[in-house]
């Protein structure tokens, strides 16, 4: 009864640092380009704004998996040739970007825009007001979508296993392959994508509470 309700945890184990590892540097690369998205609609002019609206339409339309596969097999074809890993990272950061663009719009949008009128009165360049007014203030709206991306990256880490990544799941795959025991070996590594999320939802709840409590002074 213990094995099959645990024993292949120690054998799926070595799956999860590399969930871990390839779901931070993915968010952590969709955050920066999910930036520079943004920043397009910033600058104030039409063109760029209108190829914000363009890109971000379009990243979303595409399935991840459609990006993991078009990283690791296309590119090769234009003399890109990348690893497993570094295809996937690659590919969710991609995949990811244009909604953290969207939540980045949708937290300035929420500050009430008598703040941007009063920096302007002020004399605030446009990037000093950005700096020193609105993303200190958005950050509280951003971050509940932010901590449900961390979370989805997580999950959507398992498609890497297309392309041989050895992550959780594809050691999952490996090991119900071996054993015939497909309903332990999944039931336990659903078990331990559970135990890498919670801590991030409730760590994310708590940074929540402190930005409010702070902006409530």
């Not at 097999?73 to 663009?101: D, K, N, Q, R, T």
């Not at 446009?126 to 709206?141: D, G, S």
Request: contains cysteine; charged residues 15%.
């Amino acid at each position: 009864m213990t094995e099959a309700l645990f024993g292949f945890l120690p054998n799926l184990l070595s799956g999860v640092k590399l969930t871990i590892v390839i779901a931070l540097s993915a968010i952590a690369l969709a955050t920066a380009l999910g930036l520079c998205l943004e920043m397009l609609r910033w600058t104030g002019f039409g063109f760029l704004k209108r190829l914000n609206v363009v890109l971000v339409v379009v990243l979303r339309g595409v399935p991840t998996l459609v990006f993991i596969y078009y990283v690791y097999f296309a590119l090769p074809a234009l003399g890109i040739a990348l690893s497993p890993i570094v295809a996937g990272i690659i590919a969710l950061a991609v995949a990811h970007a244009p909604y953290m663009a969207e939540n980045m719009r949708l937290s300035i949008e929420a500050i009430d825009r008598g703040q941007s009128e009063a920096a302007v009165s002020l004399g605030m360049s446009k990037a000093l007001m950005m700096r020193r007014v609105i993303i200190p203030q958005a950050t509280r709206y951003f971050m509940p979508p932010y901590g449900n991306s961390i979370v989805m990256a997580v999950k959507d880490s398992s498609l890497c296993a297309v392309i041989t990544v050895a992550e959780l799941t594809r050691q999952a795959q490996i090991l119900a392959s071996e054993t015939f025991r497909t309903m332990e070996v999944f039931s336990q590594a659903a078990l331990l994508y559970v135990s890498i999320c919670v801590p991030f939802i409730f760590f994310i709840r708590y940074f929540e509470r402190r930005l409010s409590k702070e902006a409530a002074r």
